[in-house]
């Protein structure tokens, strides 16, 4: 026998189970469960004779089965302030950033207001469970958390998370490394870096001491020092947690970092499928005309490869441009000694700040090539649409590409 993963979620499992009357234990509708209510959020609010009414969708139930209830009869502060804040977001911007007068004497909602708060309980869900997916698939103990307080998109419905690069059928991103180093202590002995031909990458801080262009070379799995070797850093994944947030200014979504990063300190990897530049320059073509594109040239000794993050990748696909960055790419060797196939680290320039955006030069050598008519957009090819840069810094190009 085998089997297919389910893509629905589990609330509309119980929505169709309540629906169609059906029991199933492995997914909590049993005999006392079926008829069981839990507010999931607010739909509308009305007053009657003086008592006040909100419109209920209940968790795990069709909208059909909404209903008014009596404020006196919910046990849920944060879903009515939720409610509140979204109506007086959607009035504040209706008003343009004038002063919003709340009227205590409203006795019913307009139309277009309660679809905003569905809306804006809807994203809430969506990202909710997004940031929980998230989480679940990072392999780092550092936390993933997202936020929209812009608009009312929601997730991405088109990107999968994945820790490690993807190749594509034909290409091996592991060489079949079988020594590693025989250090007792890896900073003062002949380690893996200086076997080829370089000096170790990090301070006894574990902190970046090489010059940009400089590639790095990590102890790997053969290596007999054990895994608090300070040579050990970007194969342990980001140590930071991070944020996921819409940005006001057109850039789409962005990250910022929720805590302090020193100057030269390891932040995140990029991945994403990797493919032939060949497969690139075709799906570049494709992806011009949809606008965004995220392409990635592995052109530390060659440009046979690409990494493509467009559909799958990590935190790192979500990272803007600047043209006064704070991250710089390097190219990583770890378990997979092929030039043409390094692993893309990207570290810290100076101190950031918690809540600081992070943001990295898509022009920077080594690293990717923008060109497309979306801010987002990137491919190996040059001969592509400028595209306007919204970086915002004092230096700024005026232009990606």
Known sequence: AWYVPCLASLETLQELCRKENLRCKSIGITNRSLKSYEVEYL?????????????????????????????????????LQN???????????????????????????????????????KQR?????????????????????????????????????????????????LNGITTGCECADCPAEKCCPKEAGFILAYNKRKKLKIQPGLPIYECNSYCRCGPDCPNRIVQKGTPYSLCIFRTNNGRGWGVKTLQKIKTNSFVMEYVGEVITSEEAERRG???????????????????EFTVDAARYGNVSHF???????????????????????????LFSTRTIKAGEELTFDYQMKGSIELTSDSADGLSPSKK?????CKCGAVCCRGYLN
Not at 51 to 79: A, F, I, Q, R
Not at 106 to 119: F, N, S, T
Not at 322 to 328: E, K, R, V
């Open 43 to 79: 739909c509308d609010y009305k007053v009657e004779e003086g008592k006040e009414y909100y419109l209920v969708k209940w968790k795990g139930w069709p909208e059909s089965s909404n209903t008014w209830e009596p404020e006196k009869h919910l046990n849920c502060p944060l879903l």
């Open 384 to 388: 592509r649409i400028r595209t306007v």
């Open 285 to 303: 073509q494709l992806y011009d005309n949809q606008g965004n594109t995220y392409l990635f040239d592995l052109d530390y000794d060659s440009d």
């Open 125 to 173: 869900i969506a990202l909710q469970r997004w940031k929980e997916e998230l989480n679940r698939k990072k392999n780092h103990k550092a936390m993933i958390l997202v936020e929209n307080t812009v608009d009312l998109e929601g997730p991405p419905l088109d990107f999968y998370y994945i820790n490690e690069y993807k190749p594509a059928p034909g290409i091996n991103v």
């Open 83 to 121: 409610f509140l804040s979204d109506k007086n977001e959607y009035l504040s911007r209706v008003r343009e950033g004038k002063a919003l007068k709340v009227r205590n004497h409203i006795k019913a909602l307009k139309p277009a207001i309660a679809d905003y708060v569905v809306k804006k309980a």
């Open 319 to 345: 990272v803007n441009h600047s043209c006064d960055p704070n991250l710089q790419v390097f190219n990583v060797f770890i378990d997979n000694l092929d030039l043409r196939l390094p692993r893309i680290a």
